[in-house]
Nanobody, 128 residues
């Protein structure tokens, strides 16, 4: 069965860095696009990044404008693990971060509406 487990969230100072991990089982992550989302208190779940899979037709990874240039996705295919390296963190990055199988991008937005498989999330808090 498909499982995704996020880890790596922590309390960090503004300007700091974190690397989140998404451990995948039940499918070969290299084949599929993997999405990262986040949800802050009182806000809707927001698409952050998509790591394109070998089985898709996407030509490049996707990053939301709010994180572009600061967040970078990576793959550890040998361990079936996905990473999200976050640099120059800001207080507005505070959220629970989730990974999910597959990416649906509509009008330039990575939407969570059709995702079926989720991890349980990892908390990222950016504060002085």
């Amino acid at each position: 069965q498909i499982h995704l487990v996020e880890s790596g969230g922590d309390l960090v100072q503004p300007g700091g860095s974190l690397r989140l991990s998404c451990a995948v089982s039940g499918f070969t992550s290299e084949t599929y696009s993997i999405a990262w989302f986040r949800q802050a208190p009182g806000k809707e779940r927001e698409g952050v990044a998509c790591l394109s899979g070998a089985g898709g037709t996407g030509a490049a990874n996707f990053y939301a404008d709010s994180v572009k240039g600061r967040f970078t996705g990576a793959r550890g295919n040998a361990t079936n693990t996905l990473y999200l390296h976050m640099d120059n963190l800001k207080p507005e990055d505070t959220a629970v971060y989730y990974c999910s199988m597959g990416c649906i991008i509509e009008a330039g937005i990575l939407t969570p509406r059709f995702q079926k498989y989720w991890g349980r999330g990892t908390q990222v808090t950016v504060s002085s």
